[in-house]
Structure formats: structure tokens, C-alpha cells
């Protein structure tokens, strides 16, 4: 059987070798509880001081003001009712801002605090899914607490303006806390929280081959936040829970190792990727581009497109049958009846939303692997249309 191709790495990454192995130092050597006050304790609690360093210096920020969660979900939840919460305790009002394309992390967050009193903006965004910056400007007003928007979305790979929409809403109403989903753009994009000018934001290990469930969610000084795990006294107590040592350790160092390569290792997905975007409008008829057509617009990895009169899940399954790994959009929506939001946020017909696929690259795919999807997919596609076309 041919190798496995796998290109869906906006879902998760492999673990990095080195990451592996500062994890398994932990497992092996490492494993005493941080909160401990003996020789184990202790050193663990060096080694989670030494990754908060890392992870702070990486981001430019103080050791602080990074707090470590079980991953991009669990950031995103605490940062917006961390904020939301603390600044109604405060008296500054209970509206939300955020867009219609975040990941459901987001979303069912802000619905969730919708239920409980709070009032919500979903802002529009235009046929490449960038949000409007005279939209959000309207938007935010003297009750307006929270606003999200994220770095780069999970299924488009299409990039926002957050340091301008920060500057936007911070002149509108200096007291709004300013949260980005950095999950997809960490890594591959500079996201030091001090040159978006954001409040809080999200990362996860997993998208950046580090591990999965671990995460951190950076919280600037003097943020009005509060928890959302309550318990023990962890982190300052700001995320109560015996701390995943070795995956916070194998998220510093993933994180370490993208900021290092970062310049390699975007230049080789992004000529891997362009090989997809410019080549597979040539090879399959009736192939609709989503997301920014301009490659620098959009994460450097990221590929998605909607091919006309074809089912999306039966794209996959041919794909998979043909050792190829691809998703539709995000892994969250695969299986849904429902259309992507992301993609009929921008207009996307719901039909066409339906044949969607997103294939994500990595820095350890090969051009003979695109070179496979470029063959495999024509003839996977023009039989399902022709299958479509007989029933
Ligand atoms: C943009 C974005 N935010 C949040 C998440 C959730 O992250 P996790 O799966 O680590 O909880 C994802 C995962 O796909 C994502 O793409």
C-alpha cells in the first residue's frame, strides 16, 4: 500500500521529535507535582517555571501573564467569560463584539453568555471572510466589554487585521479587553500579544506539533479577568488543577522550535501550497477557491476550495481510500448536516458549501505528495460527477 499522505494539519500536527523527547525527560525524571515542597516538587517546579519562561520570552510577554490550559478550547472559554464576567463585575456593561467566522470554541461561548444575560455582535465579513473594520468601529460602544476576533481562521486560513481592529475598539471605548484566537496562526504568524495590541489570547500545543490537550492562554497585566477552573491554588490562581507538566514542557518547546524555524518552514508550505491553490483551479473544472485568492492573505499552509456539483464527504472517503488525508473544514463540522458557518458567512451558497475541502500543509510533506493529490483528485472528482450525473 502507498504511504499515507497527510494534509490536514490546521486539525493537528504530528509530535515533533524533540518535543517527544523534552516530554518523555518529564515523564521519566520530572514527574513530582509542581505544588510539592520537596526535592521532586521542586524540580518540577523548575522545569514549569523554566516553560513559562519560554513560552513568555517566545511571546514577548512576562511569565505572569501566561497562564497554562488544556488547549485552544479551554483558552478561548476562559478568556471570554474571564472577561466578560470580570468586567460586568465592574460595572462596565455586558456586550460582546465578536465575528460570525470564529472557531465554535468562540462561539458557543459568547451563546452561551448570551443565555445569561449578556448582549452579543456577530460581525459580518466579506467573500474572503476578512472582518469590516467601519463595522466593528459601529459596533463597540460605551457597554461594549469584550472583543474577539481571531488571528487566522481554521477552515479559510484567511489572516484579520486584529492589531487594527485592537486600535479600532480600544479608541472606541479605551476599557473594551481585547481577546484573539491565536490557535491556527501561532507558530506560522508573529503573534506577540504586545504588536496586536490584544488583552488575551489563545494557543494550542497540538496545531503546532506539540501535543494535545495543553494549551496557554496569555492574560496581560491588570486584564479584568477571572477564572474558570476553580479549585487548588495553580497558576496563580487563575487556573486551578495539578498542572500538565510534560505537555506544557512539550508546548514550550514546540513553540520554541516554530518561532526558531518559522521563516523555513513557511517558505516550504507555502510553495507546497501553492502548487494546490494555482494548480487545482487547472485541474479540476468547476473548482471555487474559498478564502483569499491573494496566497499572502491567508495562513501560508492553508488551501480550500469548493468543487461545483459534488458532495464534500464523498470527496474525503475517495481521498482517504487513496491514502490521502483531507477534511472538509474543520474537524468539528466533519459529519454535520449543517454547511459550514465560516463558509456561508461568506456568502458561499449552500449548496457549494457542501463540496468544500481544506487540505492543510505540513513543513514534513513533500512535492511528490502534492504532486499525488494533483493527480488522485481530477479523476476522483469527474467520477463522482459523473456518478451524480447517472442517478
Ligand atoms: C481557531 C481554533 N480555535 C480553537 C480550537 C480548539 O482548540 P483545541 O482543539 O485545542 O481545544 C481550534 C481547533 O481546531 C481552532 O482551529
Given at each position: 500500500?502507498?504511504?499515507?499522505?497527510?494534509?490536514d494539519?490546521a486539525a493537528t500536527?504530528?509530535?515533533?521529535?524533540?518535543?517527544?523527547?523534552?516530554?518523555?525527560?518529564?515523564?521519566?525524571?520530572?514527574?513530582?507535582?509542581?505544588?510539592?515542597?520537596?526535592?521532586?516538587?521542586?524540580?518540577?517546579?523548575?522545569?514549569?517555571?523554566?516553560?513559562?519562561?519560554?513560552?513568555?520570552?517566545?511571546?514577548?510577554?512576562?511569565?505572569?501573564?501566561?497562564?497554562?490550559?488544556?488547549?485552544?478550547?479551554?483558552?478561548?472559554?476562559?478568556?471570554?467569560?474571564?472577561?466578560?464576567?470580570?468586567?460586568?463585575?465592574?460595572?462596565?456593561?455586558?456586550?460582546?463584539?465578536?465575528?460570525?467566522?470564529?472557531?465554535?470554541?468562540?462561539?458557543?461561548?459568547?451563546?452561551?453568555?448570551?443565555?445569561?444575560?449578556?448582549?452579543?455582535?456577530?460581525?459580518?465579513?466579506?467573500?474572503?471572510?476578512?472582518?469590516?473594520?467601519?463595522?466593528?468601529?459601529?459596533?463597540?460602544?460605551?457597554?461594549?466589554?469584550?472583543?474577539?476576533?481571531?488571528?487566522?481562521?481554521?477552515?479559510?486560513?484567511?489572516?484579520?487585521?486584529?492589531?487594527?481592529?485592537?486600535?479600532?475598539?480600544?479608541?472606541?471605548?479605551?476599557?473594551?479587553?481585547?481577546?484573539?484566537?491565536?490557535?491556527?496562526?501561532?507558530?506560522?504568524?508573529?503573534?506577540?500579544?504586545?504588536?496586536?495590541?490584544?488583552?488575551?489570547?489563545?494557543?494550542?500545543?497540538?496545531?503546532?506539533?506539540?501535543?494535545?490537550?495543553?494549551?496557554?492562554?496569555?492574560?496581560?497585566?491588570?486584564?479584568?479577568?477571572?477564572?474558570?477552573?476553580?479549585?487548588?491554588?495553580?497558576?496563580?490562581?487563575?487556573?486551578?488543577?495539578?498542572?500538565?507538566?510534560?505537555?506544557?514542557?512539550?508546548?514550550?518547546?514546540?513553540?520554541?522550535?516554530?518561532?526558531?524555524?518559522?521563516?523555513?518552514?513557511?517558505?516550504?508550505?507555502?510553495?507546497?501550497?501553492?502548487?494546490?491553490?494555482?494548480?487545482?483551479?487547472?485541474?479540476?473544472?468547476?473548482?471555487?477557491?474559498?478564502?483569499?485568492?491573494?496566497?499572502?492573505?491567508?495562513?501560508?499552509?492553508?488551501?480550500?476550495?469548493?468543487?461545483?456539483?459534488?458532495?464534500?464527504?464523498?470527496?474525503?472517503?475517495?481521498?482517504?481510500?487513496?491514502?490521502?488525508?483531507?477534511s472538509?473544514g474543520s474537524a468539528c463540522t466533519t459529519?454535520?448536516?449543517?454547511?459550514?458557518?465560516?463558509?456561508?458567512?461568506?456568502?458561499?451558497?449552500?449548496?457549494?458549501?457542501?463540496?468544500?475541502?481544506?487540505?492543510?500543509?505540513?513543513?514534513?510533506?513533500?512535492?511528490?505528495?502534492?504532486?499525488?493529490?494533483?493527480?488522485?483528485?481530477?479523476?476522483?472528482?469527474?467520477?463522482?460527477?459523473?456518478?451524480?450525473?447517472?442517478?
Amino acid at each position: 500500500m502507498a504511504e499515507r499522505v497527510y494534509l490536514d494539519h490546521a486539525a493537528t500536527t504530528p509530535v515533533d521529535e524533540q518535543v517527544l523527547e523534552a516530554m518523555w525527560r518529564v515523564y521519566t525524571d520530572t514527574w513530582g507535582n509542581p505544588s510539592s515542597i520537596y526535592l521532586e516538587g521542586q524540580q518540577a517546579r523548575r522545569a514549569l517555571d523554566a516553560a513559562r519562561k519560554l513560552c513568555a520570552d517566545l511571546l514577548g510577554a512576562s511569565p505572569k501573564e501566561i497562564v497554562f490550559t488544556s488547549g485552544g478550547t479551554e483558552s478561548d472559554n476562559a478568556a471570554i467569560r474571564g472577561a466578560a464576567l470580570a468586567q460586568r463585575d465592574l460595572g462596565r456593561g455586558s456586550h460582546l463584539v465578536t465575528t460570525q467566522i470564529e472557531h465554535h470554541a468562540v462561539l458557543h461561548t459568547v451563546e452561551q453568555l448570551e443565555r445569561e444575560g449578556f448582549r452579543a455582535t456577530y460581525l459580518p465579513v466579506d467573500a474572503e471572510g476578512v472582518i469590516d473594520l467601519a463595522a466593528l468601529e459601529a459596533a463597540v460602544g460605551p457597554e461594549t466589554t469584550v472583543v474577539s476576533v481571531m488571528t487566522a481562521n481554521n477552515e479559510v486560513g484567511t489572516i484579520q487585521p486584529v492589531a487594527e481592529a485592537a486600535r479600532v475598539a480600544k479608541a472606541k471605548n479605551p476599557q473594551v479587553v481585547v481577546h484573539t484566537d491565536a490557535v491556527q496562526a501561532a507558530g506560522a504568524l508573529d503573534v506577540r500579544p504586545g504588536a496586536l495590541g490584544v488583552d488575551l489570547l489563545s494557543v494550542a500545543a497540538h496545531k503546532l506539533y506539540g501535543p494535545k490537550g495543553v494549551g496557554l492562554l496569555y492574560v496581560k497585566n491588570r486584564t479584568p479577568w477571572q477564572p474558570l477552573l476553580l479549585g487548588g491554588s495553580q497558576e496563580k490562581e487563575r487556573r486551578a488543577g495539578t498542572e500538565n507538566l510534560a505537555g506544557v514542557v512539550g508546548l514550550a518547546t514546540a513553540l520554541k522550535l516554530a518561532c526558531d524555524e518559522r521563516e523555513e518552514r513557511n517558505a516550504r508550505v507555502r510553495a507546497l501550497r501553492d502548487r494546490l491553490l494555482f494548480g487545482m483551479p487547472e485541474r479540476v473544472p468547476d473548482t471555487v477557491i474559498t478564502g483569499p485568492t491573494d496566497p499572502a492573505r491567508r495562513l501560508p499552509n492553508s488551501f480550500s476550495c469548493c468543487f461545483r456539483n459534488v458532495e464534500g464527504e464523498s470527496v474525503l472517503l475517495a481521498l482517504d481510500l487513496a491514502g490521502i488525508a483531507a477534511s472538509s473544514g474543520s474537524a468539528c463540522t466533519t459529519g454535520a448536516l449543517e454547511p459550514s458557518h465560516v463558509l456561508t458567512a461568506m456568502g458561499v451558497e449552500p449548496d457549494l458549501a457542501h463540496a468544500s475541502l481544506r487540505l492543510t500543509v505540513g513543513h514534513e510533506n513533500t512535492d511528490a505528495e502534492i504532486d499525488r493529490v494533483l493527480e488522485t483528485l481530477p479523476e476522483i472528482v469527474s467520477r463522482l460527477r459523473a456518478l451524480a450525473g447517472s442517478a
